[in-house]
């Protein structure tokens, strides 16, 4: 296994990545702005899809965000659903074709916010679904509001002077209370901010896709992405800022995997 | 006669449904539409079919939904409030052209409106079927199911608390309609990777190989589509309206009242005429308009404060005298249909009417089994 060394830039410029895209992306464009880590954890996730040869067998739920514009870039059977209610579509789906795929591709306004009782009551049920979460902590389609994971002191367009737990309230780390549903069987927090962590999170990915299938119970993904223009910051302190506000509260890493032992290859991440 | 039996009119509804090949049912218990949520939960698993006890009215929708656009003949069921949780769903059922069927067991007639103008966003309609009783149900059920999947949109079923929860004999007949193509529009999850993979969205955006119309062309085609279901999907029932002076328009339950009223009035002598619409959504504008073209007064009876009145008024725009003879109409019998809903008083009230006298007003019936 080629070890990718993070720790200073690489000698040569990469060339091949820019051109290469994963088969299940229908174009190398997207519309998302510079910086943004959504891009990258979508291609993620359908590199991991084709990786498990879920290829033609695997449906995808979008929410409601920036990310929703990918319904048109991957080559997926997907549905654009309301806004919050992907597990709800998610488990419609699963229930009458319990063979296939079934994953949500969600933010965390359309997850913790707008969609919290969905995602909880689907990890209570057991769904053998997978549900991604892609938090950076703000609306970002709406230009950079406070969402439910927003963390305290966090500067958006609607707390100006950063969000205060005793006027704003507190933000809920997901990850955290669905790992203690019993219906959950796997829950795991990956993030994009640097070619480690992305290594990182794709080996998580792989036990989100797995344990569903396996007929486990509910898997939550949750990935860190960064959101430059939705905090304010030029697009190369993306990374930087989310580690210092977003990864300070939300730690990352495996939260529960029902069947660790089950899979020994995957051991170790 | 063999084959008959005596059911409520969930249970024959929900044994229509399974015949008419529903094997998705997600639903929240809120009186009167519980005893479908559990006659589904008792009878969908025996053939190979889910019943999902949802956790939100909300979930409930959206879970059929996505039954739907895997394939599946799926439904939910509610009532008042509840279907009021629904609209969103509904709404985006007909916008992203998921074929949905929605079990509106409706607590007395004030769901009218929240049922024909559609509570959610966008240009589209519900098309809407009131059954009068158990036999129509049954035969509407399986419409129901046949004209969303033709069409791609939701149907409301609008029943009510006392198709709901009383009984009459039934063979369960299924009527004949036409076949239709099989779903190649369903997600099926088997296309990825193609370049020719589906999509279901209320934009129409399409794929980046293959781009879509835009939500502008996609709204528009679907607000095209409304125009032919308008056209070709109306249904309603009227008798002795050729010579009536007066056409009395009732939908549901209180229509099957109203027409028996009306029918004793004949034989009475009076030129009287009924009207129900069928379809509340299409409503049958044209067909009451051509019923009522020599008659002097319509008289409109619903358990409401006045809501098919409007499209009465549309129907005939202006051309007839109007009148609303029925009101809200509420209690605590357990059929929630209140004092209204009573032969003698539907004649009282036509009587009272036409004679120029006053509505009599009924008592309320109180609170007494609450306390």
Known sequence: MNVIDTARPPERAASRTATFKPSLLLSEHHHLCPGCGEPVAIRLILEVIQELELTQNNICILGHGCYGSFIMQMDVDSTLCLHGRGPAVATGMKRIRPQTAIWTLQGDGDMTSEGLAEIM????????????????????????????????????????????????????????????????????????????SINATRKLIRKAFQRPMEGQGLALMEILTMCPTGWFVPPGEGAEYMMESLGKVYGLGELKDVAAAASPEDAGV | MSGMRLLDGSEAIVEAAIMAG???????????????????????????????????????????LGAAQVGARAATGSCGQGLALKQEAIAEAALNETPLVVFNMARNQQDY?????????????????????????????????????????????????????????????VPELEKLPAKDWALDGTMGGTGASRWIWTFGGGKANRPGVGPDGYWRQIAEKFQRIARDEMRHEQCFCEDA???VVAFGSAGKFVEHVVRELRKEGMKIGFFRPITLWPFPADALDAATRDAKNILVFELNAGQMIDDVRLSVEGRRRIAAIGGVSFDD???????????????????????????????????????
């Open chain 1, 121 to 196: 009551h689907a990890a209570a049920r057991g769904e053998n679904v997978t549900c991604f979460m892609l938090n950076n902590g703000v609306f970002g389609d709406t230009g950079g509001q406070m969402t439910a994971s927003s963390v305290i002191g966090q500067r958006t367009k609607n707390t100006l002077e950063g969000r205060d737990a005793a006027y704003h309230g507190n933000p809920i780390k997901l990850a955290e209370i669905v790992a203690s549903m019993d219906g959950a069987a796997y829950v795991a927090r990956g993030s994009v901010h640097n070619a480690a």
């Open chain 2, 22 to 64: 529903l094997r998705f049912y997600a639903g929240y218990p809120i009186a009167p539409a519980t005893e479908l949520l559990e006659y589904m939960a008792e009878k969908l698993p025996s053939v190979g079919g889910v019943c999902v006890n949802a956790d939100t009215e909300i979930e409930a929708v959206n879970m059929a």
């Open chain 2, 113 to 173: 409106f929240q049922a024909t103008r559609g509570g959610g966003w966008g240009d589209y309609h519900t098309v809407t079927y009131a059954p009068k009783d158990l036999h129509e149900a049954v035969e509407l059920t399986h419409v129901a199911f046949h004209v969303a999947d033709k069409y791609r949109v939701p149907v409301i079923f609008m029943g009510d608390n006392l198709l709901a929860r009383t009984q009459m004999g039934t063979s369960l007949p």
């Open chain 2, 245 to 247: 002076e007066t056409v």
């Open chain 2, 333 to 371: 019998s357990g059929l929630n249909l209140g004092p209204l809903l009573d032969a003698d008083i539907i004649r009282e009230r036509i009587l009272a009417q036409l004679s120029g006298q006053p509505l009599r007003q009924l008592p309320y019936t109180g609170m007494g089994a609450y306390l």
